[in-house]
């Protein structure tokens, strides 16, 4: 069975740092290539960054860029989103997925407010 697990939500201050990990199963976590999408209270899905699948090449929307950081590791079948300098607009639900839209996680909440 293929499993994505995001943890590590939460509450932060802004200005505040957060990982987000996701544990993968069930499938060759090593040969996907990865993304990370957010949905905002009351918006459609956002599409956060994306890593390939040695964790070479990382993308980034104009939103995050210089703020958060992709990063893997395939021996341990995990997933990372570094989010530093968070802001109140990064408040949302936090998916990885597989970058084909293949398998989704159940999402974590990241809220963002003092």
């Known amino acids: 069975e293929v499993q994505l697990v995001e943890s590590g939500g939460g509450l932060v201050q802004p200005g505040g740092s957060l990982r987000v990990p996701c544990a993968a199963s069930?499938?060759?976590?090593?040969?996907?290539?990865m993304t990370w999408v957010r949905q905002a209270p009351g918006k459609g899905l956002e599409w956060v960054s994306v890593?390939?699948?040695?964790?070479?090449?990382?993308d980034y929307a104009d939103s995050v860029e210089g703020r958060f950081s992709i990063s893997r590791d395939n021996e341990k079948n995990m997933l990372y989103l570094q989010m530093n300098d968070l802001k109140p607009e990064d408040t949302a639900a936090y998916y990885c997925?597989?970058?084909?839209?293949?398998?989704w996680g159940q999402g974590t909440q990241v809220t963002v407010s003092s």
């Open positions: 069930g499938f060759t976590f090593s040969i996907i290539p």
């Open positions: 890593i390939d699948s040695d964790g070479g090449t990382t």
């Open positions: 997925a597989g970058a084909a839209g293949d398998y």
